[in-house]
Nanobody, 125 residues
Framework: QVQLVESGGGLVQAGGSLRLSCAAS????????MGWFRQAPGKEREFVAA????????AYVDSVKGRFTISRDNSKNTVYLQMNSLKPEDTAVYYC??????????????????WGQGTQVTVSS
């Protein structure tokens, strides 16, 4: 059974940092893209960041460019999201996602097959 388990969420003041982790089990995703999405209350789930199988290619939504960094450790089957200079508008549930199809940096929800349960990030002003 494939599982993606996120951790690292929490409450932080504006300007602070958090590092999210997503550990995969049940199969290896070292050959496939992985990504992060987020969903704020009353809004649709949106793309945040993605990276290809090696981590050499990355993509970000404009609102987090320069502040967030996605990375992966294939030896640990884990993907990370380093979030710096956090803003109140970053408050959301953050979801890890894994694809099972070849790709570079997919940004659509339909391109991902596996999803984590989400971790809450709250940024206070």
């Amino acid at each position: 059974q494939v599982q993606l388990v996120e951790s690292g969420g929490g409450l932080v003041q504006a300007g602070g940092s958090l590092r999210l982790s997503c550990a995969a089990s049940g199969r290896t995703f070292s050959g496939y893209p992985m990504g992060w999405f987020r969903q704020a209350p009353g809004k649709e789930r949106e793309f945040v960041a993605a990276l290809n199988w090696s981590g050499g290619r990355t993509a970000y939504v404009d609102s987090v460019k320069g502040r967030f960094t996605i990375s992966r450790d294939n030896s640990k089957n884990t993907v990370y999201l380093q979030m710096n200079s956090l803003k109140p508008e970053d408050t959301a549930v953050y979801y890890c996602a894994a694809s099972d199809r070849p790709g570079v940096t997919p940004s659509r929800r339909s391109e991902y097959r596996y999803w984590g349960q989400g971790t809450q990030v709250t940024v206070s002003s």
